[in-house]
């Protein structure tokens, strides 16, 4: 294993990097000093908290949603390529800070710069699509049964919509649901993860801005921040439309029938136990660098992370030696050192979860490779955490391979039969991500047809993670069922009205009725 044995840099230095980076962007928010009281601003990179912020409070959360309903009345009249230009402006002004955004993504959530730029590039190209989009709003016609009358469905705005999001895509999350939102005539309040409060204060000072320079109300997005209760405000509100929430099971568990219970609509995307099968006909070149980065990459900390891989017995010696052989040069260390591929895990708690798992998997007959904590360098303190990733081979799935552990563990499990490696991939309680490495088009096919794969994303001769903006994304079964993003997910986030038009002279029924 390599390690980059780096400077980590100084808690103080990341301060600096902070204050430019949200100076850069045009915030001015006032930042606390660590111990101020509030939310606390940590980094992963050292375990140090930078800065306190403010949380907001019930009242102010009110608030929130308050102004941005009242913007809806005006948004949502607003003609949608009107709108598309506030979005348009957003995705300028993001081209234009991406580095001091992506900056402030490898600052709290550990991410490698690499990745933090592609996640800031995300958001970049979620705002081109919207913009298109705010042209391509389109009903159907429909082809009536009665003369002289015409059958067609408009899309309409649908409201305020509460979008909360996790600490593993700080920004993308939030641009995929407000660039979508807001061409779609709604208005946003956010609650970011409370691991991420930064980045979050940069987004909205971009949007504001954005705003600002299009003549657009400020109120059309409004950032709140926070823990639970201020969720849970979220959840509640019958002002809130649509709750667009990306977390855990256990939280999607919650906040689905409480936004049902008030006939509110949710749009979920929780957790994730993404598995790649590899058959006898892959080209194992491609599907060693696949599997490594959906495995590794993100120190294992994506919804789309591959932790489950399903080989033919007949190669999977061979296959599991070369991971572990990539594994070996994988160097892991400090996010912002170009050489690093693998960055921290997140906090203590994610940890201890990993350690966890890979006791039971031991318990479960697994053998663990890799695994251990990383001593990264001289600056190396007790409350960062950085891991090998690691490889596990199980005689059998068992419970441990059904749980989502958010850490770089990569089970691994044989098959005999495509059969049986489809009913393995399909076995576990999520459904987000999938894919087969093969070159035989007849496993590829199957994979993808109805008796595949039962996941929201399913792809032949990629990993499991890195899904464009242009599909939608989401998944089946206990990923919640949402989809964001791309392709017609933008249905979510309008209410269609049916209209039918009678230009005629007379009054004929549907189905033939005759009523006096
Ligand atoms: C997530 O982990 O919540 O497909 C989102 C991917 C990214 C998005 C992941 N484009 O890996």
Redesign the pocket.
């Given at each position: 294993m390599t390690t980059v044995v780096s400077k980590l840099p100084t808690a103080d230095a990341l301060r600096a990097q902070v204050r430019d980076a949200l100076a850069a962007v045009g915030s001015t928010v006032a930042l606390g000093e660590p111990g101020a009281g509030g939310l606390a601003a940590s980094t992963p990179i050292t375990g140090d908290v930078l800065f306190t912020v403010a949380p907001s409070s019930i009242a102010e959360v009110d608030a929130a949603i308050g102004e941005a309903a009242h913007a809806f009345s005006q948004w949502r009249v607003t003609p949608a390529p009107v709108r598309g230009a506030l979005v348009g402006r957003l995705g300028q002004l993001l081209v234009e800070h991406k580095a001091a955004l992506a900056s402030l993504v490898t600052i709290e959530a550990g991410k490698i710069t690499s990745e933090a730029l592609?996640?800031v590039q995300?958001m970049i190209d979620i705002c081109e699509f919207a913009v298109g989009l705010s042209r391509q709003l389109y009903g159907r016609t429909i082809a009536s049964e009665r003369p002289g009358h015409r059958l067609m469905e408009t899309w309409h705005p649908l409201g305020v919509v509460g979008v909360i999001t996790?600490f593993?895509?700080p920004v993308?999350?939030w641009a995929w649901n407000t660039a979508v939102a807001l061409v779609c005539g709604d208005t946003v309040v956010w609650k970011p993860s409370e691991l991420t409060p930064l980045t979050a204060l940069a987004c909205q000072a971009l949007l504001e801005r954005a705003a600002a320079d299009v003549d657009a109300p400020t109120a059309v997005g409004r950032l709140v921040l926070g823990e639970r209760e201020v969720g849970e405000k979220l959840v509640d509100d019958p002002r809130v439309a649509l709750v667009s929430a990306?977390g855990s099971v256990r939280m999607g568990r919650e906040v689905g029938p409480r936004v049902a219970g008030r006939f509110g609509r949710v749009l979920l995307?929780l957790g994730?136990n993404n598995a790649a099968i590899v058959t006898p006909a892959a080209d194992l070149d491609l599907a060693v660098r696949g599997i490594v980065f959906?495995a590794a990459g993100?120190a294992g900390?994506?919804?789309?992370?591959l932790r489950r891989l399903i080989v033919h017995s007949s190669i999977a010696d061979e296959l599991v030696s070369r991971i572990t052989a990539a594994y070996r040069q994988l160097p892991v260390g400090d996010p912002f050192d170009e050489r690093t591929l693998v960055g921290p895990l997140i906090h203590t708690a994610s940890y201890r979860d990993m350690v966890g798992a890979l006791q039971q998997a031991q318990a479960e007959g697994g053998e663990v490779i890799g695994g251990e904590r990383v001593d990264v360098g001289p600056d190396f303190e007790e409350g960062a955490f950085y891991v090998k990733p690691a490889v596990v081979r199980m005689p059998s799935q068992s419970a441990v391979v059904h749980q989502e552990t958010f850490a770089p563990i990569l089970y691994v499990l044989t098959y005999e039969t495509l059969d049986e490696a489809i009913a393995l991939n399909n076995a576990v309680p999520q459904g987000l991500?999938s894919s087969i490495f093969t070159l035989d088009m007849r496993e590829a096919e199957r994979f993808l047809a109805a008796d595949g794969s039962d996941c929201g994303?399913a792809n032949v001769n990629i990993g499991?993670?890195?899904?464009?903006?242009g599909g939608a994304?989401g998944g089946e079964k206990e990923t919640g069922g949402g989809r964001e993003?791309g392709s017609d997910a933008w249905k979510a986030y309008m209410r269609r009205a049916t209209n039918t038009v009678n230009y005629s002279t007379e009054l004929p029924l549907a189905q033939g009725v005759h009523f006096g």
């Open positions: 592609g996640e995300e996790a593993n895509f993308a999350v990306t995307e994730g959906s993100t900390q994506r919804c789309t992370t991500s994303i499991t993670s890195g899904a464009e903006i994304f993003s």
